[in-house]
């Protein structure tokens, strides 16, 4: 699903305008974004959490020279799904 169809959907479901719809839309993940940014948690309910997790740094080998290398500390974003977001995925058909 594209950001310009999930939002004609969100769009449809609340009964409001696009335009509306497309600026909230920007304005709740705006917010999302600085949270996080702020090494904050964002959980949403019946959905999951977003958390930045830090990495540390680590010793890697190249497989091919045999070469070892450090690669630096970083951060990324992480998501842990709801136990009700899990539960649903599992009555869900893989057959297509």
């Not at 699903?1 to 600026?23: C, D, H, Q, W």
């Not at 990495?55 to 970083?74: D, G």
């Not at 709801?82 to 297509?96: G, M, Q, R, Y």
Request: aromatic share 8%; glycine share 4%; with cysteine.
């Amino acid at each position: 699903m594209t950001n310009k169809e999930f939002i004609e959907e969100l769009s449809r479901r609340v009964n409001r305008p696009g335009k509306e719809t497309a600026s909230l839309v920007a304005s709740f993940t705006e917010c999302m974004s600085q949270a996080l940014q702020d090494d904050k948690t964002v959980s949403l309910q019946g959905f999951g959490a977003f958390e930045v997790k830090k990495k540390m740094e680590r010793i890697s080998v190249n497989p091919v020279t045999r070469q070892r290398f450090l690669v630096p500390p970083k951060l990324t974003l992480a998501f842990k799904p709801s136990a009700a977001l899990k539960e649903k995925f599992k009555n869900v058909s893989t057959d297509e």
